[in-house]
Nanobody, 117 residues
Framework: QVQLVESGGGLVQPGGSLRLSCAAS????????MGWYRQAPGKQRELVAS???????NYADSVKGRFTISRDNAKNTVYLQMNSLKPEDTAVYYC???????????WGQGTQVTVSS
């Protein structure tokens, strides 16, 4: 049974920081590309950042220079460090696991991030 469990969301003031974590189980974590997506009310889900199994990263333009994605294969965990948060970063953040060739993506249940004063 595959599980992706996110944590670390919450309420933060503009300019603040949060670190999201996603702990995976039931998959060979090291061979999966991992990603963070977000969905704000009334908007489509969008890719925030991704990290390949080899460690290469990709970021949405809106978060470049502020967010950092990383992974710890020994802990089966992917992280998203979010700095200089803005109100427009408010959304539910979802962890995603993508297998190397074909197959189904897996999703976490989501964690709410609210940036407000």
């Amino acid at each position: 049974q595959v599980q992706l469990v996110e944590s670390g969301g919450g309420l933060v003031q503009p300019g603040g920081s949060l670190r999201l974590s996603c702990a995976a189980s039931g998959i060979i974590f090291s061979i999966y590309a991992m990603g963070w997506y977000r969905q704000a009310p009334g908007k489509q889900r969008e890719l925030v950042a991704s990290i390949a199994r080899g460690g290469s990263t990709n970021y949405a333009d809106s978060v470049k220079g502020r967010f950092t994605i990383s992974r710890d294969n020994a802990k089966n965990t992917v992280y998203l460090q979010m700095n200089s948060l803005k109100p427009e970063d408010t959304a539910v953040y979802y962890c995603n696991a993508r297998p190397p060739i074909g197959g189904l993506d897996y999703w976490g249940q989501g964690t709410q991030v609210t940036v407000s004063s």
